[in-house]
């Protein structure tokens, strides 16, 4: 199995609400990852776990706020966002190895709007 | 911090050849990732380089120097399906894993 798993696909939302995005693997990966795409642009990082620790904050906002239960999962809780947070949310996840990152993993996806 | 450089668009012809070129300069290297994405998919995986020099992997091939913080993507026999965005990203070994401007390749027939 080499899926990564999101849902919901697509989600829209108010300012005030606050809602998860949730993302699955069962490939033993022990990094995990979340990126922002705007469209035309390129994935931006935001958050890696490694072994369920945090290890990389690229200085999101506190609105974002990350959390990894065990090794095959990774959410995103999402609270009091703005309408420029609208974006395609991508998980990843890798093998983390000394010797490098290794080969990133995608799931499909969360189209979030925020209204 | 990282500096990751490449062709915002390029255009090319069914059957043809293209490169699509990457630079960048990092603090710490252990090779270069390039990705495929299509519109409205995720990005899936095309090649990483650790050593210099070509590395051929079918219709695609992927060139490395390291000396020069330099790569890039080969694109042979083009087909319309290549049309797409690729990605280059430099691994600087912390899976802190940041993507290049991209690229939108348009195979026109």
């Known amino acids: 199995d080499t899926e990564v798993t999101q849902t919901p696909k697509h989600l829209v939302m108010g300012m005030t609400n606050k809602k998860s995005l949730k993302c699955e693997q069962h490939m033993g990966h022990r990094a995990m990852y979340w990126y922002k795409q705007k469209a035309k642009k390129p994935p931006e990082l935001m958050f890696v776990?490694?072994?369920?620790?945090?290890?990389i904050n690229e200085s999101v906002p506190s609105r974002f706020s990350p959390e990894c239960p065990n090794s095959s999962l990774l959410n995103l809780h999402l609270h009091a966002l703005q309408p420029e947070d609208s974006a395609l949310y991508l998980c990843a996840s890798s093998q983390a190895t000394s010797g490098g990152t290794g080969e990133l993993f995608f799931g499909e996806g969360s189209r979030l709007t925020v209204l | 911090g990282q500096n990751i450089d490449q062709p915002t668009e390029m255009t090319a012809t069914e059957g043809a050849i293209v490169q699509i070129n990457c630079t960048y300069q990092?603090?710490?290297?252990?090779?270069l990732f390039w990705y495929q994405q299509h519109a409205g998919e995720a990005p899936t995986f095309l090649s990483y380089n650790v050593l210099d020099g070509l590395e051929e992997k079918g219709r695609f091939s992927s060139f490395l120097s390291r000396s020069k913080g330099y790569s890039y993507l080969l694109l042979k026999e083009l087909q319309m399906k290549d049309s797409a965005s690729y990605l280059c990203a430099p691994d600087t070994g912390f899976q802190k894993l940041v993507f290049g401007t991209g690229t939108r390749l348009l195979v026109s027939p």
């Open positions: 776990y490694s072994y369920e620790k945090l290890s």
């Open positions: 990092t603090s710490g290297f252990n090779g």
